[in-house]
C-alpha cells in the first residue's frame, strides 16, 4: 500500500536533527560500552580474585 502524495512528510535534514542525532548515538554507544565494561570487569575480577580468596581461605 502507498502512502498518497499529500500524506507524505517531507524531512528537511538542519543542524538541529543532525546534532539530535549525533547526541543520542553518542549517549546510546557509551551506555553499551559500560554494561560491556561492568560485565568484563566483574568476570576478570572474579576469576582473579576467586582463586586467590579461595587460597586464603575466605570462602571456607
Known amino acids: 500500500m502507498e502512502i ?3 500524506e507524505k512528510v517531507e ?3 538542519t543542524w538541529k536533527l543532525a546534532w539530535g542525532l ?3 548515538m553518542l549517549l546510546i554507544s557509551i ?3 559500560v554494561v560491556v565494561a561492568v560485565i568484563l570487569w566483574f568476570t576478570v ?3 582473579v580474585l576467586g582463586p586467590l580468596l579461595a587460597r586464603f581461605g575466605a570462602f571456607a
Open 45 to 47: 575480577l572474579g576469576a
Open 22 to 24: 549525533f547526541w543520542r
Open 4 to 6: 498518497p502524495e499529500d
Open 31 to 33: 551506555g553499551i560500552y
Open 11 to 13: 524531512v528537511k535534514p
